[in-house]
């Protein structure tokens, strides 16, 4: 009676995360707009929508094609992300939720299990095997995208970096429109970025945009 | 080398009259340069050497202007004779460009030729002798000492404070000028900078190097010296106030009636010469000035003013006036007049709804050595936080006006900007850029295909990291940690009953033991009671009694008297007060039925 009270919860809250939302963010309308952004010259957008796409559908080839070719053609260095990434996003966020949910409950009917009965041992650890691994994926899954939740896209051409967070603070250097930046702290309109080279300083809020809008 | 012939030309003539006629006097006339340009002056002098009771007329010439603008006393030594001279020096102007013959001074001396040349036009008239015209040496101005100013004892120095006003109020701050007078060879040096007598009055941006100019004052020639400097009031009241400057001078040391020289010649030079004098350090002090210090009236005091008194205006304006939000713009405020600018202080726009403001920046802009009068920057940047036409409001700057005695505020026009939306907010759904004008551009060529548009997100963030879907996962570990729990208290229970079971166990077997080992000491009255000790709480257990309470008679009346178990019990009491023997039988028949008892779940 328990085991299915729980299981109509987790089918209506599924039910309720898949219903669509007109308004939202879709991978398909982030990209195509990355594209528009990309065909009107402004490659700093382009790399920030598609930043956005693959963040909902990381394994896109066509967001991962264009996200390349905008960034070569911008001069930008390329991105080749490592084998822990490639495995920990190999599904989309939102369903390597839902299989960290089915993970845990795999795992907890097993416990459950061996609680109450010593039979169908190799099964039960099969069960529980599957299960592990699956909240073992969604935790990996939120490691490698975790960097990305905390980084912007600089949006226009030679950003100044200043060295302290006012319009008049001393540029430190400048960066190219549609760099990719660590945002480590944000004050009174400046955030503090960290380039991949490991300089920092304080950019205008409105020559850059986060990959996860605010 | 000019002088020098001259001089040579002068004295050469002297001896020629001399010779001549050494009772005339003799009197000639110098003009330098003999060539200038027009808007110049030059030095005409006329030299008596004699005397000095002959009457010398100054000349007449058309298109010239002669001023006199001093005399002098010499003494020139002529083969061991000593020759007074007087010489008047005159400054000669001309009004129009030409050759000008100045005739002479007394009818055996000879007329002199200023060549006087056009300045714009630069076409000079050629010189006789190919050279070009010295540039003039400075001529001294005449005057007299200044009003209200006294000369020191032995008329060597004075000291001038000048203030331009006699009421002031506190804080303000006065542009003074202090003026030190020295005659030529009585000072022998200044020993300090100026300095005001009343410590209630402080000398901002004193001037390090004064102005030095010369004047004839009274026929003598002074060294002015000029300090300027703003005055700060500190107190309110009624002050005298003066300035006084420490000097060394040189005094006599003999009456003058004694000083035969002085007498004849009035010249330091004679004196320092002869020895007349000596060194003095002394203060000259500038006459008393009564100056009256006002305290700022408090009625009508603006809350936003920062102490500025003076006469200002102000003008804004902001730049760019079209930016996207979040774009920083600069508001500037200029604030231009005379006063005390160091007072001068605004924090201009401050908590605008829609507008981030940052503290501004001032800069001062002055060509005024004083720092009194010239142009104050502020520049403020803002940063717009809404889209839309944005209207900024007028500035404003309070000050004490000292002229019209009261508060006065200025103020600035508001100033309108447009503000578009910034291009990095796309979380509302942004419109795609055109692409029209730009699919030449380098980023289209190699773009693969737009994507059909598929069901949306309301979020970004991934699902495990919003915080109501992390309720499911909760919700999951909470429910199966509830049946996890259920589970094993029911195992628990389970566990409970036959750890029970393993303690009676363990008793029969301790009970068994002993029956074993009174079977092979042959006490059979041990024997029984061990027997009957291991079946009591068997027994009390099944049939819901204390151990105390399973008895004989208990135990026939619940299996009968034929059973075995009832006989065991007859025969421990028999055998604990009878001494009956067992043989090894008997012991090990019984044995036998204690273990089936203890082993078996059924009643017997």
Not at chain 2, 559 to 570: I, M, W
Request: net charge neutral; hydrophobic share 40%; charged share 20%.
């Amino acid at each position: 009676m328990r085991a299915a009270w729980v299981f109509c919860l987790l089918l209506g809250t599924l039910a309720a995360y898949s219903a669509s939302e007109p308004e939202g963010y879709s991978a398909a309308r982030l990209y195509n707009l990355a594209n528009s952004y990309a065909r009107a010259g402004k490659p700093g957008m382009a790399i920030l929508n598609y930043e956005r796409a693959s963040l909902l559908s990381p394994n896109d080839p066509d967001v991962q094609a264009n996200l390349r070719y905008v960034r070569a053609s911008a001069h930008l260095p390329a991105e080749t992300p490592d084998t822990f990434e490639r495995v920990a996003t190999v599904a989309s966020p939102f369903w390597v939720s839902w299989m960290g949910v089915l993970g845990l409950m795999l795992v907890g009917a097993s416990v459950i299990l061996a609680q109450l009965s010593s039979r169908h041992r190799l099964l039960r650890a099969a069960v529980t095997l599957l299960g592990v691994s699956m909240v073992v994926l969604t935790l990996c899954n939120a490691l490698a995208l975790w960097p990305r939740l905390h980084q912007g896209v600089v949006i226009a051409a030679g950003t100044p970096v200043r060295v302290s967070p006012v319009p008049m603070g001393d540029p430190l250097f400048t960066l190219p429109e549609g760099e990719k930046v660590k945002i480590s702290a944000e004050h009174e309109g400046f955030a503090l970025i960290e380039t991949r080279a490991g300089r920092s300083g304080w950019i205008a809020d409105s020559n850059f945009a986060p990959i996860m809008p605010r | 080398m000019r002088r020098i012939l001259l001089a040579a030309l002068g004295v050469l003539a002297m001896l020629v009259a001399a010779t001549a006629s050494a009772d005339d006097p003799l009197v000639y006339a110098t003009i330098q340069p003999a060539q200038i340009l027009l808007g110049e002056s030059a030095q005409f002098t006329i030299t008596n050497l004699g005397d000095g009771t002959n009457p010398i007329n100054i000349p007449v010439v058309s298109g010239l202007k002669f001023e006199i603008i001093g005399r002098t006393r010499e003494v020139q030594i002529i083969n061991g004779t000593t020759l007074p001279s007087t010489s008047i020096i005159m400054r000669v102007t001309p009004q129009i460009a030409g050759i000008f013959t100045i005739p002479a001074v007394t009818p055996k001396a000879q007329p002199l030729v200023l060549q006087v040349n056009a300045a714009a036009s630069g076409a000079s008239i050629p010189h006789p002798s190919g050279s070009s015209a010295p540039i003039p040496p400075p001529i001294l101005s005449g005057g007299s000492i200044p009003k209200g100013v006294r000369l020191t004892d032995d008329g060597s120095a004075y000291v001038r404070l000048s203030v331009p006003k006699r009421e002031v109020y506190v804080g303000e701050s006065v542009p003074v000028e202090i003026e030190v007078g020295m005659r030529s060879g009585f000072v022998a040096s200044i020993n300090g900078m100026p300095k005001l007598t009343d410590d209630d009055f402080t000398l901002n941006s004193l001037s390090h190097q004064p102005e030095r100019t010369e004047k004839l004052i009274n026929g003598e020639p002074f060294v002015l010296l000029t300090w300027r400097s703003t005055l700060a009031v500190i107190k309110p009241g009624a002050f005298a106030l003066s300035a006084e400057v420490p000097l060394t001078v040189k005094i006599r040391t003999r009456p003058k009636q004694q000083s035969s020289l002085d007498d004849r010649f009035g010249d330091p030079f004679w004196q320092n010469l002869f020895g007349a004098t000596v060194p003095k350090d002394i203060n000259v002090t500038s006459p008393a000035q009564e100056l009256t210090v006002h305290e700022l009236p408090a009625e009508g005091r603006p809350v936003d003013f920062h102490g500025a008194i003076g006469t200002f205006s102000i003008a804004s304006d902001v730049s760019p006036i079209k930016a996207e939000v979040g774009d920083p713009l600069t508001v500037r405020m200029r604030i231009t007049g005379s006063g005390n600018f160091d007072r001068v202080d605004s924090s201009m726009l401050d908590h605008l709804d829609q507008w981030k403001t940052y503290p501004p920046k001032s800069s001062f802009n002055t060509s005024d050595p004083l720092s009194f009068s010239g142009m104050k920057t502020f520049e403020q940047p803002v940063i717009a936080s809404k889209p839309g036409v944005q209207e900024l409001p007028g500035l404003t700057f309070s000050y004490f006006d000292p002229n019209t005695r009261r508060y006065e505020t200025a103020r600035s026009a508001p100033l309108t900007v447009s503000i578009s939306p910034a291009l990095a907010d796309s979380r509302s759904a942004p419109e795609p850029p055109s692409t029209a004008s730009s699919s030449e551009n380098k980023y289209a060529a190699g773009l693969r295909a737009d994507h059909v548009e598929t069901s949306a997100v309301s979020s970004l963030v991934p699902l495990y990291l919003q915080p109501r879907f992390l309720a499911v996962p909760s919700i999951v570990v909470l429910a199966f940690a509830a049946g996890w729990l259920g589970a094993r208290r029911r195992r628990g229970a389970g566990e409970w009953e036959s750890g029970s079971d393993r303690i009676a166990s363990r008793a029969a077997k301790r009970a068994l033991a002993q029956m074993q080992a009174a079977a092979r000491a042959g006490d059979a009255a041990l024997f029984f009671e061990a027997a009957r000790t291991a079946l009591q709480p068997l027994l009390a257990s099944r049939w819901q009694l204390e151990p105390e309470q399973i008895t004989t008679a208990e135990v026939e009346g619940r299996v009968g008297a034929d059973n075995d178990v009832r006989q065991l019990f007859a025969l421990a009491d028999e055998a604990k007060y009878s001494g009956r023997k067992l043989n090894a039988t008997d012991f090990a028949r019984w044995l036998r039925i204690v273990r089936r008892q203890l082993m078996s779940d059924k009643t017997p």
